[in-house]
């Protein structure tokens, strides 16, 4: 004789479509709403509900998933870690070096120098020009009845010119220079710096096989977020008893 029983499924019929025991359930970012109540129902459907009355069991869902809110949001963040499967070391070290000091400084300088020049410089020119000129100028007639010219006279001019330029140039002088440049410097004060150092330190050390971590990674990749959630919900809120 089959026993009349209160289900998930038939509670969910009787109050849609205007409300869902889902209602007033809440949930962390990362996790699907419609996805999780497919698998609550699917999971949960044939068994007995343990809170008979709608209302009320609409407000105990609200009351069991802000009770379970933290440990579903350390779920969703823990399977979003990004690692590689194959190392199981992972190490980051951060140094800082930071200084403080005072510094004394004292220093000077001199330098000094003598420039001396002389220059000699004499010149001497002798110049001597003579020069004798002389011109001679014959004039010549020829008869009427003769071709030939016959010399009738003949002007003759003589001179000479001459000259002499004499002169010496004498150019002497000394030049010097003499400097001397004395400079000095102090101070004190204090300098600060920082230094900072970053290493990452990753891998396989050893300890466990490639094969073993791979194992391990397939292993966590059948763990199934949505199917532990409904496990809770079933264990909260059903009978389970066939």
Known sequence: ????????????????????????????????????????????????????????????????????YRTF???????????????????????????DGNFDRNGSANASGNNTRTDNLTRTDNLANSTTPGTTVTHSEKAYNDASFVETSKDVQTGSISGTNTGTVTNTGTTGDVYSDTSSNSGSGTDHYKNTHKARLYGNIGVTTSQQMLQSELDIARWNLYEHIADLFCNEFCIMVY
């Open 73 to 99: 949001d350390k779920w969703v963040k823990a399977l979003d870690i990004e690692y590689d499967p194959l190392y199981n070391y992972d190490r980051t070290e951060e140094y800082e070096d930071v200084h």
């Open 1 to 68: 004789m089959a026993q009349a029983k209160i289900t998930l499924i038939g509670v969910e019929n009787y109050l849609n479509p205007e409300r869902s025991v889902f209602d007033s359930m809440v949930l962390p970012d990362g996790i699907d709403k419609d996805v999780l109540i497919g698998s609550i129902i699917l999971r949960c459907q044939e068994f007995e509900l343990l809170y008979s009355d709608p209302d009320f069991l609409i407000q105990a869902v609200n009351v069991w998933s802000r009770k379970n």
